[in-house]
């Protein structure tokens, strides 16, 4: 089974941000979504996540309509997120950062944990393990009891992947987990996501990023103006003249999409900068 | 070895002494209490109901970060608990842990009815609606004579007694108080680890995010209300009964500003700093008494030094329990 979308449509007043939009996304695959600014790439996000409203039309993950559900109930189905900026708990460790992500499986057993020591400490000790696990996977071990916060940016970013991916879920969406991280950072976190397919698991990235889009995504999706423009995989992408006469268009035109990354990449490395 | 070098090495040795020596101070004020004065008895008494009450505040508003201005409305609901159960004005005298059971299903109660409609809130938002809360309450209690006296109070309340033994004086409810406050303590501290208190930080930290884990942040907050406000309904159904008198005046909107003070001075989220808010706010108005009207000037200073020096409380978040113990007992 797959995630669906089913002439799907997101409406602001006379704007229309996605436009009747069907597609699926088979598991074991990295999908990417790519378009220039405003093509609705993040509103996809957004709504399969729960943070915006459906318009129109359905979301269905393995057969169950995910756009009718609260935000916390589509997260208990399975799905996982990462934000266009970081979005952590500022003032938990790391380790706690993850840790929090065993809410839904264990707050049954509060009580239990608050009179019960032995309890809290051996259902603690089984949370930290498997937030270790994950903390190892992205090299940040040594940061388990840093504050999320006080983390640099590019640990940060790494971090959020990590909270996402600590309760297994069953589709991953990625906003711009490039954004802002140098080359070297970058070429890492191609590899970690890399290492973290499995045939379980539908991943979706959006990125501006062609490099890492190409290099990792299995099929990628073009979105312009709100409209599905072309699907196929990175070597279709490249050679369709659709894709090339819309957006890709001529050699100028992917030296633009590369300057807007780069820029996309200033700004937001200034304003993390200025957070910290 | 360098300077440096040794002094590293002094300073685990010399913080464990530190918290050595303010357990010790602990256990000894607590050993010479009860050959105390009444009267010392009685502010004792009285600083405890207020860490009582600073403890179920700093649930709502350190571990979940919501601003409750209104926490007064539980400790009244406590105290006309107990004072309507157990006294003349309705003939009923219901045994004093009975009594505490219902204060203490009623708090949660109101704490979930004030919850609900706040849900949605927070910040300056939800402090001018819980304010009004508060103050709801109160003129409740003010107005409905037939029931609470009005502003009379009620007078005349039983005397209280656990499994036949009474509690009467002073040093009764001190012992009393000692045993409820290090009970509460122990809950909100122990919760604040416990997964929820995770999910609780992660509220006040991100609560969209939050969401976006799959905590469901209507339930968790609620938990976060109704815990609170259960403590404080014990700490009035037990204030109640060591008064032996209610009325309205000792709810008013200043109670409640009064613990918030305690909490954000003695350092937000964290049970130990409440005890330190607590010990200032409440004792040192009645080391100044001599001073009569200088002492809310000299108070007014003290706060605005120690918010100045020390903004994060004077025991910041990051030295909780957790870190005295160890510091106490190794590791």
Known sequence: MTLVFDRLRKEYGQVVAIDDVTASFAPGLIHGVIGPNGAGKSTLINMTAGSYTVSAGSIALDGKRLDKLKKYQIANSGVARTYQNI????????????????????????????????????????????????????????????EAGSLPYGRQRMLEIARALVCNPRLLLLDEPAAGLNHHETADLTAKLAAQRSPDRITIIVEHDMDLVMALCDNIIVMHHGKLLFQGTPAEVQASTDVQLAYLGTAND?????????????QLGIRTRRRS | MSVAESLAAARPRSSRAVAFLVFAVAIALIAATPFLPNYYIRVIDSLLIYILLGIGLNI????????????????????????????PQLDLHLPFLVILLVAASLGAITGILLGIPVLRLRGDYLAIVTLGFGEIVRIIINNVDWLTGGPKGIARLDKASILGIQIARPVDFFWLLLVVVLLAGLVAWRLERSILGKAW?????????????????????????????????????IFAASQRFVSPESFTLQESVLIVLMIVIGGIGNILGIVAGAAILILLPEVLREFAEWRILFLGLLMIFLIIVRPAGIVPRSFGPDKLIRRLFGK
């Open chain 1, 254 to 266: 992917i030296d633009d999409i590369r300057a807007a990354a780069q820029d996309r990449r200033a």
């Open chain 1, 87 to 146: 979005r952590l708990f500022d003032q938990m460790t790391a380790l706690e950062n993850l840790e929090v992500c065993f809410y839904p499986s264990d707050v049954g057993g509060t009580w239990k944990e608050v009179v019960w020591p032995p309890y809290a400490s051996a259902r603690r000790d089984h949370r930290r393990e498997k937030c270790m696990e994950i903390l190892r996977f992205f090299d940040l071990q040594g940061h388990a009891d840093a």
């Open chain 2, 201 to 237: 930080a992660a509220i006040r930290e991100d609560q969209d995010a939050a969401r976006g884990i799959g905590i469901n942040t209507t339930n968790a907050k609620l938990a976060a209300f109704a815990t609170s406000a259960t403590i404080g309904s014990i700490a009035g159904a």
């Open chain 2, 60 to 87: 709502v508003i350190g571990y979940t970060g919501l601003l409750d201005l209104g926490f007064v409305a539980f400790y009244a609901v406590g105290a006309y608990s107990y004072a309507l159960l157990a006294s």
